[in-house]
């Protein structure tokens, strides 16, 4: 049997009494939100807390609403309640698609988007989701509270810019009118980890390109971001050709690493695959061309395991 070491175990009450419990049991304290992610690391012993912030009474973070132009989620939103949100599903389809294929519902009733995003984890969904709808995380702390772009979020495997004594609270994306998102992830079996993955968020003008935002993960892309190919697509046509050629810079400017999940060609043909996947289905999704589009994708040209994910939502 897996147990962790001992550690001490404290119920935050509010967001200030968790920093100030954060504040007292210094850089050996860690939060636990919905554990599935630190619980199996102190089981195996990679993670030696000397005491532990429940912060699961923090009912106040749990939210996902509009803030002026911003879609607001709470760090304790469970990925249950993101794929439930309507208002979600309205402005950013994207986080829909990714909540669908991320683990299975045990794991989505309890485990948080703060969580999900603090663990960092090199193949985490929704950090590729929020790198490609341009999105902003709130930290407080003892000194007061900062705002950082997902994009300078992560700042190695495993590791963030929230500093000890410091707690996620707040994930905000700027909602703008005429666009449309998606992401596409292949795994190797229903609610697995992905072995790639890749998040749109696209405004087109007429035929052309406003903007985009593309994500991905499980392929070593810094900051789950792939910038040569948005400034690639900013301004031309949304055709194929560009996308397709969009989806061959993301490919050649990530860094997957061979495990067993897939060798580095197989993983950079699909972050290359999924990101021009991705761009259709958001340009389809922003001309309002949705059903029609995602039909005529599955039955040509989606292999077995995208169409088996979608069963699983
Ligand atoms: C079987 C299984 C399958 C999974 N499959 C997938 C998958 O396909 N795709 C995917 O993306 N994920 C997957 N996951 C990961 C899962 O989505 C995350 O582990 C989980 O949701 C992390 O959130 P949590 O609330 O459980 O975090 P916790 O385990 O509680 O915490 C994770 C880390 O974040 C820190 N933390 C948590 N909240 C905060 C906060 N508000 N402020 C500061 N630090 C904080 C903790 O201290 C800890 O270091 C899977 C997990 C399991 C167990």
Not at 295 to 309: G, Y
């Amino acid at each position: 049997m897996q147990v962790p070491a001992h550690f001490e175990y404290e119920r935050a009450t509010c967001v200030d009494h968790a920093i100030a419990l954060l504040a007292r049991w210094g850089s050996e304290a860690r939060v636990v939100a919905g554990g599935h992610s630190l619980i199996p690391m102190m089981k195996l012993r990679l993670a030696r807390p000397e005491a532990l912030i429940d912060i699961n009474d923090l009912t106040d973070l749990s939210y996902v609403r509009l803030d002026g132009d911003h879609l607001v989620i709470g760090a304790m939103t469970r990925h249950a309640d993101l794929l439930a949100s309507a208002l979600v599903g309205e402005h950013y389809p994207i986080f829909h698609d990714a909540e669908r294929v991320i683990a299975d519902p045990i794991v989505r009733n309890r485990g948080t988007v703060g969580g999900s995003l603090c663990q960092a984890d090199p193949s985490e969904d929704l950090s590729a989701a929020f790198a490609a709808v341009d999105a902003s995380v709130v930290i407080r702390g003892p000194d007061g509270t900062r705002t950082v772009p997902v994009r300078e979020f992560h700042v190695g495997p495993y590791e963030t810019v929230v500093a000890p004594g410091e707690l996620l609270t707040e994930i905000r994306v700027p909602v703008r009118p005429g666009g449309g998102s998606a992401y596409q992830k292949v795994e190797r079996r229903v609610g697995d980890w992905a072995v790639a993955a890749a998040g749109v968020a696209i405004w087109l003008d007429g035929d052309t390109v406003a903007d985009v935002g593309i994500g991905l993960t499980a392929v070593g892309a810094p900051h789950f971001h792939a910038p040569e190919a948005e400034r690639a697509l900013r301004g031309v046509v949304a055709s194929a050709e560009n996308f397709a050629e969009a989806g061959r810079l993301a490919a050649e400017n990530c860094r997957p690493s061979a495990d067993q999940r897939g060798p580095v060609d197989y993983k950079r043909h699909l972050a290359g695959e999924l990101t021009t996947r991705a761009l259709h289905r958001a340009a389809a999704r922003a001309r309002g061309l949705e059903g029609r589009v995602s039909t005529r994708r599955r039955s040509e040209a989606e292999p077995r395991s995208l169409r088996t994910q979608r069963k699983e939502g």
